[in-house]
């Protein structure tokens, strides 16, 4: 969806389209915000090298890479 090459056909297509844009801009800040605050609470965890730590670690990734993806695709 992203990738989209459709530009719409007329005025109210390209409005349609601009709003579907800000709703996807605004879906992928809050969950930017969401993860941010993740990895800030995740830290003192994986400071303190506890055995889950691996786990947390392991699952923080690829959610930071993914999301990282998706900015990356968006702008």
Same mark, same amino acid.
């Given at each position: 969806?992203? /990738?989209? @090459?459709?530009?719409g056909k007329h005025v109210l297509?390209? @409005?349609?389209?601009?709003q579907k844009h800000l709703l996807m801009e605004s879906q992928l800040s809050?969950?930017?915000? /969401?993860? /941010?605050s993740l990895n800030k609470r995740a830290q003192p965890y994986m400071k303190s090298l506890q055995?889950?730590?691996?786990l947390l670690q392991k699952r923080? @990734?690829?959610?930071?890479?993914d999301y990282e993806k998706s900015v990356v695709s968006f702008v």
């Open positions: 969806m992203l /990738r989209s @090459e459709d530009v297509g390209v @409005e349609d389209l601009l809050a969950l930017g915000t /969401r993860i /941010r055995p889950e730590t691996q923080l @990734e690829p959610l930071n890479k």
